[in-house]
């Protein structure tokens, strides 16, 4: 029997989460190098449409694990239904996006069956017969090849974007759907999840802005993001911030960009004083054109940034506000 | 309330770090800090613990050099600290730290444990979900808000893109704590001088080696990111650097 692969797709209220494509291109690339069979889930209650959408994609089966226990999500009802699931087919590695639900449950799931998961993968290495997974460590500064031990199955969650969604392949024919109906005893879930909310009205909207300066840690006070804003003003663009100065309430949450925040895609994203972690880069590098300005050489900003600038934000700044506004005329 | 609170030492933040010669990990000669969701959890046990009282003890796993963190938790108000000390905690997968907590923790009762979501070493995002498991808890993620209920505890998760959601969880249970969920105290110099007189209980390694395996996941290497864009970087005084760019904003981006 040759090796299998299985993806565990996202679903949210009976809607797939776009990012299972890019686990599914990732799932199709390991398999053609491997030869492993490729095979994916749906996870939910009532999800047979969503299970007929992935089968269109070029996979030797999709499973739709069900059960009424799998709505809302809850980490006790996937693991139970997962666990049982896997009990009956077998998975060599089990692909997954890495999404805030992902974190939620895989963590209990690799427990619970005694195994592991490697966590916010960015890529593979398929050396010598052997896998290899990298993943980023100490936010962004080093990248570490990582190799797995034990039985199996081994756990893998993708990071946002690190494989492209429109390079899955889509199927000659639809792949097989089966139906599993997992048995999860409505007493082992034990939280109750209420509705899913926002916390206030965006009173900006940074998706439309052309222009945004925005601002880290490296901006040190509060009273210096005045700086920013005077940079911000002279460009005619918007102020945005990472998280570290809404969290501090410097700027109100609405400007904060990253994966808890806004995706932004202006022309221009100049970035001062943000070190360039991974939640924030995801919100921002869709951005044309990327300057970054940070003291440290090392800062992941700049494996993104077309222009860098090494030095004090403090010293750089007023400089070009002037140079702007006089360029402005 | 009994609430533990799970802290790791990481490099700080500002820290320029170097890689070993194997290229395995980094060299250990640099400053070091608690981890920063673990600073907010600490401080969100002891906002708890003066709304209900109770208790707040620190935990961390590594060598000497982190028992920093536990004085520090203590000087802002802990009341007692665990340290599983030794360097071998260093190398150990998330599956094994949280069976190394768990197996000091045994004779303990807690109602709540809090981690931070993440640690900015590893980042693995795993060893509280998986301490739940160990321990047979219910766990929820990325809390941004805690309040007491009847039944146990309203937790407030934060989902991506802005969305929250509202969980019921009973007790006892692990919470991953995101930074954000309040504002940090400093110690103060009471405070300070009243951490000397705190207990620390220390657990070796070979204490809690029995619970633990070989790790599942094994770092083969580690290295610098490669550069994925051609990256330009600009020199010269601040004035220059300033004329430069505009001319790439107004030729090159045309934004001006
Ligand atoms: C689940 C999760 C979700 C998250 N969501 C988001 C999100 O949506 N958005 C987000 O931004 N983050 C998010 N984060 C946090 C993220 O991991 C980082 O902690 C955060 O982005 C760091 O912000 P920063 O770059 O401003 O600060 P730091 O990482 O502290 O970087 C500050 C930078 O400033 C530089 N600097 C200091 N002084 C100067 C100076 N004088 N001149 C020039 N440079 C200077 C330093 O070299 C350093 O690189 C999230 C984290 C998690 C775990
Ligand atoms: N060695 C350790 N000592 C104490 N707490 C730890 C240790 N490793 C991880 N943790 C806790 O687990 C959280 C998540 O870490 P990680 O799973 O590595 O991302 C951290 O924020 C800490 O609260």
Known sequence: MTDNILIITEQREGKLNRVSWETIAAGQAIAAETGWTLEAAVVGAGVAAIASEVAAKKLAKVYDVESPQLEPYTPDAFTAALKEFLAKHPAKLVLMPHTYQVRDFVPKLATALKTTAISDVVGYKHEGGKLVFTRQMFQG???????????????????????????????????????VNVDVPASVVRNKPQEVFKEAKQ??????????????????????????????????????????????????????????????????????????????????????????????????????????????????????????????? | MKILV????????????????????????????????????????????????????????????????????????????????????????????????????????????????QSDDYGYAQTGVILAEILGWPHATIIMHIEKSESGIRVKRELEAGFFQHVDVPLPAVLTIQSGINKLRYATLIGIKQAKNKPMRKVTMAEVEASLSPNLQKIEKLYLPLKSKNTEFLEGAPADIAKKLVEKLKNEMRVL
């Open chain 1, 141 to 179: 500064k080093f990248v570490a090849d990582v190799s797995f031990a034990g039985e199996g199955p081994c756990f893998v969650t993708f990071q946002n974007g690190s494989f492209r969604a429109d390079k899955a392949e889509a199927g000659a024919a639809p792949a097989p759907v089966e139906t």
């Open chain 1, 203 to 329: 009173a900006v909207d940074l998706t439309q802005a052309e222009i945004i300066v925005s601002v880290g840690r490296g901006i040190k006070e509060q009273k210096n993001i005045e700086l920013a804003q005077q940079l911000a003003n002279a460009l005619g663009g918007e102020l945005a911030a990472s998280r570290p100065i809404c969290d501090n309430g410097w700027l109100p949450m609405d400007r904060q960009v990253g994966s808890s925040g806004q995706t932004v895609a202006p022309k221009l994203y100049l970035a001062l004083g943000i070190s360039g972690a991974i939640q924030h880069i995801v919100g921002m590098k869709g951005a044309r054109s990327i300057i970054a300005i940070n003291k440290d050489a090392e800062a992941p900003i700049f494996e993104i940034a077309d222009v860098a600038v090494v030095g004090n934000l403090f010293e750089i700044v007023p400089p070009l506000i002037e140079e702007v506004k006089k360029a402005k005329g």
């Open chain 2, 6 to 117: 799970c802290i790791k030492q990481v490099p700080q933040k500002d820290a320029t770090l170097k890689l070993n010669e194997a290229g395995t990990w980094i060299r250990e000669d640099v400053s070091y800090e608690a981890n920063e969701p673990d600073a907010f959890a600490l401080e969100e046990a002891l906002r708890q613990k003066e709304k209900l009282s109770g208790e707040v003890v620190v935990l961390t796993a590594g060598p000497a050099r982190a028992q920093q963190v536990l004085r520090e938790a203590l000087a802002k108000g802990a009341d007692r600290a665990i340290h599983l000390e030794g360097d071998g905690f260093v190398g150990l997968d998330a599956y094994n730290t949280a069976r190394a907590i768990a197996a000091a923790i045994q004779d303990e009762k807690f109602d709540l444990i809090f981690t931070g979501l």
